[in-house]
Nanobody, 114 residues
Framework: QVQLVESGGGLVQPGGSLRLSCAAS????????MAWYRQAPGKQRELVAT???????NYSDSVKGRFTISRDNAKSTVYLQMNSLKPEDTAVYYC????????WGQGTQVTVSS
């Protein structure tokens, strides 16, 4: 059974930082491309960052320079370090394995507010 479990979300003030984690099980983690998506209330789900099995990374323009995606294959975990957070980063953040049509976690809420 495949499971992706996100953690690390919460409430943070503008300008603050959070690190999200996504622990995977039931898949060959090292061979999967991983990604983080987010969905804000009333908006479509948005691709935030991707990391291939060869650790090539890509970011949406809205987070480039502020967010960093990384992976630890020994721990079957992908991370999203989020710095300089803005209120518009408020959303539920999801990790995926194998792209949009692959496996999804249940999401973790990130709220950026003063």
């Amino acid at each position: 059974q495949v499971q992706l479990v996100e953690s690390g979300g919460g409430l943070v003030q503008p300008g603050g930082s959070l690190r999200l984690s996504c622990a995977a099980s039931g898949i060959s983690f090292s061979t999967h491309n991983m990604a983080w998506y987010r969905q804000a209330p009333g908006k479509q789900r948005e691709l935030v960052a991707t990391i291939t099995h060869e650790t090539t990374t890509n970011y949406s323009d809205s987070v480039k320079g502020r967010f960093t995606i990384s992976r630890d294959n020994a721990k079957s975990t992908v991370y999203l370090q989020m710095n300089s957070l803005k209120p518009e980063d408020t959303a539920v953040y999801y990790c995926t394995a194998g792209g949009r049509l692959g496996y999804w976690g249940q999401g973790t809420q990130v709220t950026v507010s003063s």
